[in-house]
């Protein structure tokens, strides 16, 4: 089983849309994690970290389920320039290392 | 801030060349990562260091890898001899601690072996 696994998509959508990526982790003791967003033939950029209580930048929302091992990130109002692939991360316990899940792609049509 | 530089940007080898990657990081960060990402495989980590001492090299998948950090100012990491499965962009990437604040990526280099 891969340490952080999602749904690699791709999700279509039209402009304005509201979208959600689900992400699963499987160490119960990951201490941190993160969505990056990945355009294409780019690097990662980091996009927002998920705190324990949820939290909220702009039209992005990131939530975290330490019970389920979940993190979420939904995305309001998308717009044609959110076409890209996003990566869920997450802090190996006890080491200094980012565990990356595959990604999912999002492409916003006109 | 320049970011995390990389070097090359792209490139082309034959089977059996050696190839060496250059890396810069953010001035300050005390941690560098190298990371190769693939379709297949997606990103992973090759080995990191923290105050130029590497300390997890369980990713670099066989000896032909090699990385070293010389200063807190320069990485490499050589590929000798390159095969064509090493095909890859390689990826940089330093943090300022135990990546609570997440990594910052180089632009990468793209490798093709032929």
Not at chain 1, 65 to 85: C, E, F, V, W
Not at chain 1, 100 to 105: K, N, V
Request: net charge neutral; glycine share 8%.
């Amino acid at each position: 089983r891969k340490e952080v696994e999602q749904d690699p998509g791709p999700f279509n959508v039209p402009e304005g849309a509201t979208v959600a990526f689900n992400c699963t982790y499987s160490n119960s003791a990951s201490q941190s994690f993160f969505w990056y967003r990945q355009d294409c033939r780019k690097e990662p950029k980091l996009l927002m970290s998920v705190y324990s209580s949820g939290n909220e930048d702009g039209r992005f929302t990131a939530q975290l389920n330490r019970a389920s091992q979940y993190i979420s990130l939904l995305i309001r109002d998308s717009k044609l320039s959110d076409s890209a692939t996003y990566l869920c991360v997450v802090l190996g316990s006890n080491t200094g290392k980012l565990i990356f899940g595959q990604g999912t792609t999002l492409q916003v049509k006109p | 801030d320049a970011g995390v530089i990389q070097s090359p940007r792209h490139e082309v080898t034959e089977m059996g060349q050696e190839v060496t990657l250059r890396c810069k990081p953010i001035s300050g960060h005390d941690y560098l990562f190298w990371y190769r990402q693939t379709m297949m495989r997606g990103l992973e980590l090759l080995i990191y260091f923290n105050n130029n001492v590497p300390i997890d090299d369980s990713g670099m998948p066989e000896d032909r890898f090699s990385a070293k950090m010389p200063n807190a100012s320069f990485s490499t990491l050589k590929i000798q001899p390159s095969e064509p499965r090493d095909s890859a962009v390689y990826f940089c990437a330093s943090s300022p601690g135990r990546a609570y604040y997440g990594y910052t990526f180089g632009s990468g280099t793209r490798l093709t072996v032929v």
